[in-house]
């Protein structure tokens, strides 16, 4: 065995060069890496005893891709990718690429310049550049279509997905599959085997047929485009990995190179890509707690009980059917325990009829789930959410009653949204056993979980809860007891000012669309009439004081009706509505408002600078453990633009100096709804960003 370098070794099994790479945690290609695969693959290539090279890794994976910490920073030193890639092209013997874990990015491309690449069959291969705002710049998107084809090639590379083995040999990405744990052996045989039978040295480079095939039609990029228009909507990458597949096709392929070099650069050095990798590492942190280390101790969560079977509860127990973890739901009667349960049975059967789940699938699910109407059958539960409307009394009546069936050590949790948790778990003898685990409605669809510590919240019942949070496919951020919690908290000021704006002028089209063309699914009010401008407003206490009493008064309740802020066509389609631009008009005159034109621009800064400053304040009081955490709440819980980072990202890209300004000048005229937390004006101040303030 001969060290290439830190991370490579190099030596010979019989007559076959095997050059293993271990770079934990995954092998990206660091300068160190790249250097170590330059120099062992020319050593071996060098080495008249080895007549065949295999480049296999150590740890979990197969090389992940590029450093990402490399982008955006200083000049990359050693060996440059393409110089690894042509030193494996041009190797005098076979070369092959043995895959375990994921070949992604740079790690595929890596693999596309070796003769042969096979894997086991939990492999998996993809170029997921996009999802960091990139695309493949190492010749990814000019050799994809090359195997693949073109049509397959524009799915992937504007997806990202991550091939399963089986599929990438049916695609001829991969050349053979090997059995699971038998990767080396399974790379010395078929090295053994491509020498036997003299194969020649492919080089996919030169493999023109496919992208031949799509020359001179261009409506299939037209087609392509349109098919993922509606779900790429503001984002930059896709539309430039299409572009590169076009160059492949329409290009010779060293142009076509150049073409995806020149792209690459533009996108490495936009702001859409700095937040989306900005956004990947955040998303990587926001599972760290400082004072909560790797180690602490967990409790097994084997059972789960959950009191209220409505539309949060019945979603909430679908995350862990999900995943095989037997639950119990309580509801006060029959009645409403059949409703809840008959609704995740619909919900599962969607899911079957659209071809994601098996109808064995859904009976397996839905046997794990169990009806009670007493709250004594969740004695023998690990974890217990409660899932019932906002009351504080009702709430507390649960957990003493937690407080009295529960066995010893069983984590009692609250999906309130709302209410004061240190306030709940003074209703039990075991505070520390209390935390909240506010889901995102629909529970079974959203993606985050803020999960909540309270005074007494201990560690154990931390970690226990991020962990299982990760278990069930959440993205979970720790925040602390505030109203609203870190992301309700966030949201209230923008909707303050959004209705703040109606009464100066703007329509709710307007500050809808601002914020829509801004990157967000949709805006306040089209929100308002998706969940029904009615919620928690009766005809018989309505007093007429809001907009909304209003509204509701003149039977505008929503899409479900047909009108609420907007006119709702037969397809639901929104239309501005003359009635409510008069309605607002009516009755901002009568609050003596005087309406006056609104720019873009500030319907924008109005709504979105106090959500950051919400944020610094957050900050100061300890609420979120760090920006980026807010920032993952936001992209996560609230369709934050991730192309944008997320508000505290999006605040320091714009400059906190220039949100200060306005917040300063916002405050002069509008009051004290924008007076700036002192922590933003420390930062300004001081001209320091989050991580210089330890943020
Ligand atoms: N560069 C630097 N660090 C990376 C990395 C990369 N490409 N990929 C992962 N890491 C780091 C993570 O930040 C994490 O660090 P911490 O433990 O300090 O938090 C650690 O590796 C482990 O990562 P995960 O927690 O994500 O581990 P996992 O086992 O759940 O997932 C993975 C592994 C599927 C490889 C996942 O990390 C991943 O998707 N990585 C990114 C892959 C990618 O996008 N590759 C393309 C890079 S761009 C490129 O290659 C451009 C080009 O064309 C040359």
Redo the contacts with the bound molecule.
């Keep these: 065995m001969t060290a290439i370098n830190e991370v490579t070794d190099l030596r010979l099994e019989s007559d076959i060069a095997v050059l293993t790479l271990d770079s934990p945690?995954?092998n990206?290609?660091s300068a160190n890496v790249r250097s170590g695969l330059f120099d062992g693959i020319q050593a071996a290539d060098a080495n008249d005893d080895a007549r065949a090279i295999v480049l296999i890794c150590e740890g979990?994976?197969f090389i992940?891709?590029?450093?990402?910490?490399e982008f955006g920073g200083k000049a990359a030193a050693g060996a440059s990718?393409t110089d690894v890639q042509a030193a494996m092209q041009n190797a005098k013997k076979p070369v092959i690429a043995a895959i375990h874990?994921?070949a992604?990015?740079?790690?595929l491309?890596v693999a596309l310049c070796a003769h042969f690449r096979i894997a086991i069959p939990s492999a998996r291969c993809g170029?997921?550049?996009v999802?960091?705002g990139?695309?493949?710049?190492?010749g990814?998107t000019q050799r994809l279509p090359r195997i693949v084809g073109v049509e397959t090639a524009l799915a992937m590379v504007t997806s990202?997905r991550?091939v399963p083995a089986a599929e990438c040999l049916e695609l001829g990405l991969i050349d053979e599959i090997v059995d699971e744990g038998e990767l080396l052996d399974g790379a010395i045989s078929f090295a053994k085997k491509v020498l036997a039978e003299d194969r020649p040295l492919r080089k996919v480079d030169e493999f023109n047929d496919k992208v031949e095939a799509a020359r001179g039609k261009p409506e299939i990029f037209e087609a392509f485009r349109a098919s993922i228009a509606r779900k790429t909507r503001g984002f930059l990458a896709p539309e430039y990995n299409i572009r590169c597949i076009e160059a492949a096709v329409n290009e010779p392929f060293d142009e076509g190179l150049r073409t995806e070099g020149r792209l690459?650069r533009e996108l490495v050095t936009g702001e859409q890509s700095a937040a989306q990798r900005y956004s990947?590492?955040a998303e990587?942190?926001v599972w760290k707690v400082p004072d909560v280390p790797r180690d602490t101790p967990q409790l097994p969560i084997q059972t789960v009980g959950i009191v209220g079977a409505g539309t949060m509860g019945g979603g909430i127990a679908m995350n862990f059917a999900n995943i095989g973890i037997p639950v119990t739901l309580i509801e006060q009667n029959q009645e409403a325990l059949d409703r809840g349960l008959g609704v995740v049975r619909a919900n599962y059967e969607r899911s079957a009829k659209r071809g994601r789940l098996t109808s064995e699938d859904v009976e397996v699910r839905m046997g794990l789930l169990t009806g009670s109407l007493s709250i004594d059958d969740l004695a023998e539960c690990d974890l217990v959410i409660e899932a019932v409307f906002e009351n504080m009394g009702v709430k507390k009546k649960i957990f003493a009653d937690f407080d009295r069936v529960m066995k010893p050590g069983a984590i009692l949790a609250t999906n309130t949204s709302a209410l004061d948790i240190d306030e709940i778990a003074s209703a039990t003898k075991r505070p520390e056993s209390v935390i909240g685990l506010h889901f995102f409605s629909p529970a079974n669809v959203m993606r985050l979980v803020e999960v909540v510590r309270a005074d007494h919240t201990s560690k154990e019942v931390i970690a226990t809860s991020m962990a299982l949070a990760k278990r069930i496919g959440k993205m979970a951020a720790l925040v602390g007891v505030c109203p609203g919690f870190v992301g309700n908290r966030i949201l209230a000021p923008r909707q303050a000012q959004a209705n703040a704006l109606l009464l100066e002028g703007a329509m709710p089209w307007d500050i809808d669309r601002v914020l829509f063309d801004f990157g967000l699914p949709m805006g306040p009010f089209a929100m308002s009439d998706l969940a029904g401008l009615d919620i928690g407003w009766s005809k018989e206490t309505s007093k007429g004081e809001t907009l909304r009493d209003v509204l509701c008064e003149m039977d505008r309740r929503g899409q479900k009706n047909g009108k609420g802020f907007y006119d709702y066509g037969d397809d639901r389609s929104a239309s501005p509505s003359p009635e409510v631009e008069k309605i607002i008009r009516d009755f901002a005159a009568r609050s003596g408002k005087e309406t006056r034109e609104i720019s873009d621009e500030e319907i924008l800064e109005r709504c979105v600078y106090p959500m950051i400053n919400e944020g610094f304040e957050i900050l100061a009081e300890g609420k979120a453990i760090r920006a980026s955490d807010i920032d993952v709440i936001w992209v996560n819980g609230y369709g934050w633009p991730v192309y944008r980072g997320g508000p505290m990202f999006y605040g320091e890209q714009i400059g906190l100096d220039r949100v200060l300004e306005r917040l300063r000048a916002f405050q002069k005229t509008h009051g004290d709804a924008f007076a700036p937390a002192s922590l933003l004006e420390q930062a300004v101040t001081e001209g320091k960003n989050y991580r210089d303030l330890g943020y």
């Design positions: 945690p995954v990206a290609l979990r994976t992940a891709g590029a450093d990402i910490t990718l874990g994921t992604l990015g740079g790690g491309e170029l997921p550049e999802n960091l990139l695309l493949p710049g190492a990814g990202g991550h690459f990947f590492f990587r942190e």
